[in-house]
T-cell receptor
């Protein structure tokens, strides 16, 4: 399975600022996903990021708030813009495992964001 | 569209007892079903999956799950709980678009 790393692992940010989260995979993957896990909650898909195309956002998430880049097949970034305390969450990236064709996703360790 | 319902937000079991976590799904297409585990302050780890074929699937750490189409269920079991099984467990479903929809999660505590 793919090995995924995220930076930073955690951060505390002031409201009104922006944070860019990086996701690095040790193999080339077509599909990368970004999820949000609010405190004590389940995971919600923010967007799907495929290399060479614009990210596709789920209902309730917009590009101005969560711009995503996917410059190559092993890397993606998610920016949380103009942050408010409601953005305090764990942000996780995941990839579809190309080796199995079994539709499973593998997750990074997450970025724990606190907005004050 | 797909959705998942996990029955019971908290489950407490004694060490050595059966672990049973319930998951029901709704899907307009043949579903792909998954169980993930999340240990404190960690990311998600895939326990097992069902895509096609055998409806009883075995995963890591002694867990298994059975896909029952007639009941739209995918319950997770482990015959004998270990202290290390204390974690949060998520059932998830996807279709051919790979997008995962997660249940609310079930927190498992194991009593000595």
């Amino acid at each position: 399975s793919a090995v995924i790393s995220q930076k930073p692992s955690r951060d505390v940010c002031q409201r009104g600022t922006s944070l860019t989260i990086q996701c690095q995979v040790d193999s080339q993957v077509t599909m990368m996903f970004w999820y949000r896990q609010q405190p004590g909650q389940s995971l919600t898909l923010i967007a799907t990021a495929n290399q060479g195309s614009e990210a596709t956002y789920e209902s309730g998430f917009v590009i101005d708030k969560f711009p995503i880049s996917r410059p190559n097949l092993t890397f993606s970034t998610l920016t949380v813009s103009n942050m408010s305390p409601e953005d305090s969450s764990i942000y996780l990236c995941s990839v579809e495992d190309p080796g199995t064709g079994g539709y499973e996703q593998y997750f990074g360790p997450g970025t724990r964001l606190t907005v004050t | 569209a797909q959705s998942v319902t996990q029955l019971g937000s908290h489950v407490s079991v004694s060490e050595g007892a059966l672990v049973l976590l319930r998951c029901n799904y709704s899907s307009s297409v043949p579903p792909y079903l998954f169980w993930y585990v999340q240990y404190p302050n960690q990311g998600l780890q895939l326990l097992l999956k069902y895509t096609t074929g055998a409806t009883l699937v075995k995963g890591i750490n002694g867990f298994e799950a059975e896909f029952k189409k007639s009941e739209t269920s995918f319950h997770l079991t482990k015959p004998s709980a270990h202290m290390s099984d204390a974690a949060e467990y998520f059932c998830a479903v996807s279709g051919s678009d790979y997008k995962l929809s997660f249940g609310a999660g079930t927190t498992v505590t194991v009593r000595a």
